[in-house]
């Protein structure tokens, strides 16, 4: 089993920048490959990064590319997500998921957190 807890969102300025940080339970964090993904009202959950075990591979769907950057500290058991450049378009709940392979689906992760709410003003 393993608990995933979310934190650092909130309300910024477009182009301003905010880091999420995903703390995970467990002696096998360093095993499984963290996502973030992220739902706004009305449309589906959506991916938004990856990255493996070792943090030897990342992923990004492409809005975010160049903004975005997803890392881990396997000692802390914790992935973060920085954030830069904010648009009021990547407004959503954003959500860390654990999964046992390096995925931009889903329904290949299960393990999910609550989610942190992340509001970018114009």
Known sequence: ???????????VQ?????RLSCAASGRTFRSYAMGWFR????????????????????????????RFTISRDNAKNTVYLQMNSLRPEDT???YCAS??????????????GQGTQVTVSS
């Open 1 to 11: 089993q393993v608990q995933l807890v979310e934190s650092g969102g909130g309300l």
């Open 14 to 18: 477009a182009g301003g920048s905010l």
């Open 39 to 66: 739902q706004a009202p009305g449309k589906e959950r959506e991916f938004v990064a990856v990255m493996s075990g070792s943090g030897s591979s990342t992923g990004y769907r492409d809005s975010v590319k160049g």
């Open 92 to 94: 959503a709940v954003y």
């Open 99 to 112: 999964s046992v392979v390096v995925s931009n689906r889903a329904e290949s992760y299960n393990y999910w």
